[in-house]
C-alpha cells in the first residue's frame, strides 16, 4: 500500500466497547498495537505523531491543515456502549465525516470498534478489518500473516507500542487497559451486544501479558486494568461440546502473580467484566476470586451484566444471566471481595442494567427497582449500578424508551439505592486514598482513584489540580460523594471546607478562620457547647 518511511499520524479517537475502554484517564490496548504495528513495520518513531481527538479539537482547523502535511492518517475510534466521560469526549461520526472530507493528500485510514458496523465511509481509503492493527501491518508490508497466529503479533505490537503511553496527555497518570482475550467464548450471544459482531477470536498467553506491563511500567506507567475481555473467568478456559467450560485457576494465578512481579512499583491493578452466571456454574470460580483479591488493589469493581430483572427480557436476548444467579453472585463477591483494605472493600460487584432491549415492557422499570431494593435490603454491597439505554449496534431493533418514565426511574433508584449504597460502601469517615484532582468548578474541586470505574469525589476549596492527596468522607450524594483533605489541618482549611462539617455553617466557619484554635479546648469556645465537637473531634489536627 505504501512505502515504509511514511510521516504518519495516528488519531486516537478512544473507544469504549463492553470488552475495552480508552477514554482517559484510559488508554486502550488497540491504539497501542496500532502504534507498535506501525512500528514494527518499518516507519521510525520521529515519522509518527500521535493526537488525541481532545487535542485535536483545541485548535480543528490549524490541526486540519497539519494534517494535510501528512502521507498517512490512521484514526482508532469507536463507542458502542453508552458512557458518560469526565476524562475526554471520543469522536463523532460527524468528526470522523468531516476529516475524511476535508483532507486531500493524505491516505486515510479508520479503524476500531466503529467497523464492525460501518463498512464505508466517504473520503477514507482503507475501512480496516476487526484489529486494526493486522490490517495495516499486512498493506504496509504488503503481506498476509497467519490469522491463526494474531495474538503472537499483537505480543510483539504490544512491547513495542509501550512507548506511545508517554505521548499521551495524562501521561504518567494513566489506566493501561490490558486485553486478555478477544470476542465472547459463548456459543450464542446476547441479541445486542457488539460482541457477537466480532469474527477475529484469540486468547493472550499470561507471558505476553506480563510482557507487556513490563514493557509498560519501563516507561513509567504503573496503574493497569484487566479491562479487554467478556469475563475474566473464561480466560484460558476451555470450552467443551456442551457449550459448558472447564475453568483454568491456574492461569489466573500466573496472570496476577507475574503482573505484580514485572512492576514492583504498581499502583492500581484492576479488572472488569465477570459474568455472574459462571460464578454460580463453576464452583473454580471462587478460587479464581480468592486470587484476583489477594493480587488486586482496593477499590476493584466486577461489572455484572444482568441487563435486566425483567425474565421477558432476559428470554427475549438471550442472556445467560437470571436474577437469582446474579444474586448469589452479589453474595459470593460480597463474602471474598468485601473486606476492606486501605479503607475500602477490595473488590465488589457492579451492575449493569440496559433499557430499550427487545420484549421491553412497562413492568420492567418496576422489576429492576425491585430486584435493587431487594440487594440493598438484604445488606450487600454493590460499588456501581450502571443504567443505561441501548445504543444501537448491525440490525439490532431496540425498543423505544419513555424518557419521562425513565428518569423518574432513574430519580427514584437514587433516592432509595444509589444513596444507601454509597453510605453503605463508603461510610462517613472513611479514608480514601491518592485521589487525583482533576478539574475545578467554583470553590469545589473533583478528584478520583485511578482505576476501574472509581467513584467521584467533591472536595470543598480549589485544590490544585493534576496532584494527589488523601481524603476523609463527609456526605454522599447519588453518584458521588464529598470529602475532605485527610489530615485535615484546621490553620489550613478554607471557609468551604469548614462549612462542610455538618452542623458548623457559615457563622462558625468565619469564626473559625479568624480565631484560629489551636487546640480542642479553644475549638470548643469557638463553636460554643451546643456544637457536638466529641463526635467530631478525630477530625481537627491543630499543627
Excluded at 500521535?50 to 487535542?55: A, K, M, P, R
Excluded at 458512557?83 to 469522536?91: A, E, F, Q, S, V
Excluded at 460527524?94 to 466503529?114: A, D, H, S, W
Excluded at 466480532?198 to 516507561?219: C, F, G, H, S, W
Aim: aromatic residues 10%; glycine residues 8%.
Amino acid at each position: 500500500m505504501l512505502s515504509k518511511k511514511i510521516k504518519t499520524a495516528l488519531i486516537d479517537g478512544y473507544l469504549d466497547e463492553p470488552s475495552a475502554l480508552g477514554v482517559p484517564p484510559y488508554i486502550s490496548p488497540h491504539i497501542r498495537y496500532t502504534y507498535g504495528a506501525l512500528l514494527c513495520s518499518g516507519i521510525p518513531e520521529e515519522m509518527i505523531s500521535y493526537y488525541t481527538i481532545d487535542q485535536l479539537r483545541e485548535n480543528w482547523e490549524d490541526t486540519l491543515r497539519e494534517l494535510e502535511g501528512f502521507e498517512l492518517v490512521v484514526i482508532i475510534a469507536g463507542t458502542t456502549v453508552p458512557g458518560n466521560y469526565l476524562g475526554g469526549k471520543p469522536i463523532s461520526f460527524k468528526e470522523i465525516r468531516e476529516i475524511g472530507n476535508r483532507l486531500f493528500y493524505p491516505q486515510k485510514v479508520l479503524g476500531g470498534p466503529f467497523t464492525l458496523v460501518i463498512r464505508e465511509v466517504p473520503g477514507y481509503d482503507l475501512i480496516c478489518d476487526e484489529v486494526a492493527a493486522v490490517t495495516l501491518y499486512e498493506r504496509l508490508l504488503d503481506k498476509n500473516i497467519d490469522r491463526n497466529k494474531i495474538a503472537q503479533y499483537l505480543a510483539e505490537w504490544a512491547v513495542a507500542g509501550a512507548s506511545l503511553t508517554r505521548k499521551h496527555p495524562s501521561y504518567p497518570y494513566l489506566v493501561c487497559e490490558l486485553e486478555t482475550f478477544r470476542g465472547c467464548p459463548r456459543i450464542d450471544h446476547c441479541a445486542f451486544c457488539s460482541e457477537r459482531l466480532k469474527k477475529t477470536l484469540y486468547q493472550r498467553a499470561p507471558e505476553d501479558i506480563i510482557r507487556e506491563v513490563r514493557a509498560l511500567a519501563r516507561e513509567g506507567n504503573h496503574f493497569y486494568r484487566l479491562g479487554g475481555q467478556t469475563d475474566l473467568l473464561l480466560y484460558q478456559a476451555r470450552r467443551q461440546a456442551d457449550g459448558t467450560f472447564i475453568l483454568n485457576p491456574g492461569a489466573i494465578e500466573e496472570l496476577y502473580s507475574g503482573i505484580r512481579e514485572a512492576d514492583p512499583e504498581l499502583k492500581v491493578l484492576h479488572l472488569d467484566n465477570i459474568n455472574p452466571a459462571n460464578i454460580t456454574k463453576y464452583r473454580e470460580s471462587r478460587q479464581i476470586l480468592e486470587t484476583i483479591v489477594k493480587y488486586n488493589t482496593p477499590g476493584d469493581i466486577a461489572a455484572f451484566g444482568l441487563e435486566s430483572a425483567d425474565p421477558a427480557v432476559l428470554k427475549k436476548n438471550n442472556i445467560e444471566s437470571d436474577p437469582e444467579n446474579t444474586l448469589e453472585a452479589i453474595r459470593i463477591l460480597n463474602s471474598i471481595g468485601g473486606r476492606r483494605e486501605d479503607g475500602i472493600p477490595k473488590l465488589l460487584p457492579g451492575l449493569n442494567l440496559l433499557h430499550g432491549l427487545i420484549g421491553e415492557r412497562k413492568e420492567t422499570m418496576e422489576y429492576n427497582y425491585q430486584y435493587l431494593k431487594k440487594i440493598c435490603d438484604e445488606g450487600l454491597m454493590l460499588r456501581r449500578i450502571n443504567i443505561r439505554q441501548v445504543v444501537r449496534t448491525g440490525s439490532y431493533p431496540a425498543e423505544k424508551v419513555r424518557q419521562r418514565d425513565f428518569k423518574e426511574y432513574k430519580e427514584k433508584v437514587n433516592e432509595d439505592i444509589n444513596k444507601p449504597m454509597l453510605q453503605r460502601v463508603f461510610p462517613i469517615g472513611t479514608i480514601i486514598k491518592d485521589v487525583f484532582v482533576e478539574s475545578h468548578k467554583g470553590n469545589l474541586s473533583f478528584g478520583r482513584q485511578l482505576g476501574s470505574y472509581p467513584i467521584l469525589i467533591g472536595i470543598p476549596g480549589r485544590i490544585t489540580r493534576g496532584q494527589f492527596i488523601d481524603v476523609r468522607v463527609i456526605d454522599h450524594g447519588y453518584r458521588s460523594i464529598t470529602a475532605l483533605p485527610w489530615p485535615f489541618r484546621l490553620r489550613e482549611a478554607c471557609l468551604q471546607q469548614l462549612q462542610a462539617l455538618p452542623g458548623i455553617g457559615e457563622k462558625r466557619a468565619r469564626a473559625i478562620l479568624q480565631e484560629k484554635p489551636s487546640n480542642l479546648a479553644e475549638l470548643r469556645q469557638v463553636l460554643g457547647k451546643d456544637f457536638p465537637l466529641q463526635e467530631w473531634a478525630d477530625w481537627f489536627i491543630f499543627n
